[in-house]
């Protein structure tokens, strides 16, 4: 079995392994914990995780079930790597430097005494999974998210024991996706093993920080990544076949790379396929269907792929648009149970006080939000055994003591702010051939009529 942290995680955190600190909604950081080296000289030695929400030494990390919240450091972390003496009486209290942006300091910042107002916030500490890396991972590039490569990986048939060639790289994140889909940390059966992500990245730069983000991750053994101009040389590894089912497309100019995913010889563009002379390899399984899927931003990139993919004895091309949208549920007390001036809930007698009533609330949730926003830029920053003073209500009922459905109605809405479009996946499947021989095959094993 793999010992990636994505395939085969450990049921506690420990020192080596990636993980996702949450700092906030959509705000994630990836960090490899490191083990502390203890007290030298009157120093901690170990790393530091520096946030705006507090120091979080990476000793606070380890060994806790993942998930676990973890509140910031009361000790000053000496952050951005300033070395203060640990002391026994309170000269110095200084508190650390909260960066804007997460940042894991250098190896050797120090851990010193008590700081009076050090932050108390906290964090939560998550398991690595694709779709964490997704929105965690260094952007190189334009990435594939969560519902496009949830969608293109059931598309092209990707499971345990399928092999697929993937190009462009670029930052990882369907690549990451496609591992876990292919390979499933537990093979049951031994073709399950076969499973393996033939990725290619013409970028140099890009090629090799993807290299070491696959070695870190321990995913080396079923994502073999290629330095490759796939329009020039096409998907061929080390000389030999990748015998892929399923292949994805994330390239400028996909139609310049199909003519290399064919079962014959490449043509150039605009010759009909030519049977093959023998000495070309195919990088395809001959004995199975393959299944494409190719992502363009422009319908004019579309229409290009699929007439080349027609050109080429491609069937069943079809194109999809993912409108993923995230939708909230909440409660909203519109017309009904509003708190009176005196806290008691009261259901309106007339509109017009209903009216005012909801005016002056949503003026005071507003400057409530503001106020919260100026103050630590999320909610996050609260200190967890405060925050039950955000949830009281304006008549001083603490929230689950209340009916809920004198809390408001239930109403959902679409968050406007996400981006629908994000590309526009064709997809399209090249049948198995079928010869002379695979006929009798067939006959033998199944005869007509008998
Ligand atoms: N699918 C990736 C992900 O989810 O992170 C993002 C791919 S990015 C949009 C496109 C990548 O294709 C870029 O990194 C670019 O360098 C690479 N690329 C462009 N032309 C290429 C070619 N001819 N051969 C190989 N890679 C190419």
């Known amino acids: ?42 120093y901690v030695e170990g790393k530091v995780l520096n946030t705006r929400f ?53 190896a050797g910042s120090q851990l010193t005494r008590k700081a009076a107002s050090a932050p108390s916030g906290f964090v939560h500490i998550l398991k690595p999974s694709p779709e964490l890396w997704t929105s ?21 048939r990707a499971r345990p024991g399928t092999r697929i060639i993937e190009a462009g790289a670029g930052s990882g994140s369907f690549t990451h996706a496609s591992v876990r889909a292919v390979y499933n940390g537990l093979p049951q059966k031994p073709e399950d093993k076969k499973g393996k992500v033939f990725s290619f990245e013409f970028n140099e730069d890009r090629y090799h920080k993807m290299q070491d983000e ?24 080390e000389g030999k076949s990748p015998e892929a089912t399923a292949i994805f497309l994330d390239l400028p100019a996909p139609w310049k ?5 064919s079962r014959r010889r490449p043509q150039t563009d605009g010759e009909t396929p030519k049977p093959d002379d023998g000495n070309w390899i195919s990088p395809l399984d001959p004995k199975k269907s393959v299944h494409i899927c190719t992502f363009s931003p422009c319908i004019e990139q579309v229409m290009r792929t699929v007439t080349e993919l027609r050109r080429l004895g491609w069937v069943d091309v079809d194109m999809v648009e993912v409108a993923h949208k995230r939708i909230n549920v909440l409660r909203e007390k519109v017309g009904l149970n509003l708190p009176n001036k005196k806290g008691c809930n009261l259901t309106p007698a007339n509109v017009t006080e209903s009216i005012d ?13 503001n106020a919260q926003k100026e103050k630590d830029g999320d909610a996050m920053a609260v200190d967890p055994k405060d925050s039950g003073k955000a949830n009281r209500q304006g008549n001083g009922k603490e929230e689950e003591d209340e009916k809920p459905w004198a809390q408001g109605r239930v109403v959902h809405r679409p968050e406007g702010e996400l981006k ?19 006929e009798a095959a067939a006959s033998a094993r199944w005869p007509c009529g008998k």
């Open 214 to 237: 696959i070695v870190e991750h321990k995913l080396a053994d079923m994502v073999h990544l290629t330095h490759r101009d796939v329009y020039g040389e096409g998907f061929l590894v």
């Open 136 to 156: 965690a991972l260094p952007h190189r590039t334009q990435v594939v998210y969560t519902p496009d490569y949830s969608y293109i990986l059931s598309r092209i």
């Open 420 to 438: 629908t479009h994000t590309s526009y996946l064709v997809f399209a499947v090249l049948p198995r051939e079928w010869s002379e021989e695979d």
């Open 357 to 369: 009533r909801l005016k002056e609330i949503n003026e005071k949730t507003k400057d409530f939000n």
């Open 54 to 106: 507090g120091s979080f030494p990476h000793s606070t990390f380890l060994d806790v079930p993942w998930g676990s919240q973890i509140r910031a450091s009361h000790v000053d972390t000496g952050s951005r790597g300033r070395k203060r003496k640990l002391e026994a009486s309170g000269e110095d209290t200084s508190t650390p430097g909260a960066d804007d942006e997460a940042k894991d300091s250098e």
């Open 257 to 261: 790379a199909l003519k290399h995913i």
């Open 1 to 42: 079995a793999s010992s990636s942290p994505f395939l085969n995680p450990s049921a506690r955190s420990r020192p080596g392994d990636l993980a996702i600190v949450l700092l906030a909604r959509d705000s994630y950081q990836p960090i490899t914990l490191e083990q502390s080296t203890g007290a030298v000289d009157g």
